[in-house]
Each structure stands twice: as structure tokens, then as C-alpha cells.
């Protein structure tokens, strides 16, 4: 007997609509993905809004944390010179 899974929305609850499907060879692996949305459109375009948000603050503390890295190896190879000098 297969089980049912249930996938409600994030925002409203009401239960997800797949609405594709489709198969990703990875090695020997093959992967299932499916796509769902919420059956309300106005609240799919509210949590695509949010998901997208929070995917550019991903992105920006991401972009922050290598630039803070890149800064820290100047500031040490600066530090090397100026020992290297003495």
C-alpha cells in the first residue's frame, strides 16, 4: 500500500499541487524531483517573494563573508612584509 505524503503550504496550510515531476542521473544514482505549488496563486506569489528575499540575503552574507576573508589575508601578508623587513 503506498503512502500518501502530505506537503501543506508554508503561508496557508492548504495542501500542495505537484505539478511536474522528473528524473536526474547523478552517477549511478537516479533522483525523483518534484515540483509543488500552493493551489491559491496569490499565496504562491507571496512565499516565491519570501523564498527569493531570504536567497538574497543568503547571498549578500555570503558575499560579506568572503570579502572579510579576502581582507584578512591581505592584512596578514601585509604583516608578513613588514616582519620580513625588520
Do not use: F
Not at 35 to 48: A, G, L, R, T, Y
Not at 74 to 79: D, E, F, M
Request: aromatic content about 2%.
Amino acid at each position: 500500500m503506498k503512502k500518501t505524503a502530505h506537503n501543506p503550504c508554508i503561508r496557508c496550510g492548504k495542501e500542495r499541487k505537484i505539478i511536474r515531476t522528473w528524473k536526474e542521473k547523478i552517477y549511478d544514482s537516479i533522483i525523483i524531483n518534484t515540483e509543488s505549488v500552493c493551489p491559491d496563486p496569490e499565496c504562491q506569489k507571496k512565499v516565491d517573494s519570501e523564498n527569493q528575499k531570504q536567497h538574497e540575503k543568503n547571498d549578500a552574507l555570503k558575499l560579506r563573508s568572503a570579502r572579510r576573508a579576502l581582507d584578512r589575508q591581505a592584512i596578514r601578508a601585509a604583516n608578513k612584509g613588514k616582519k620580513a623587513k625588520k
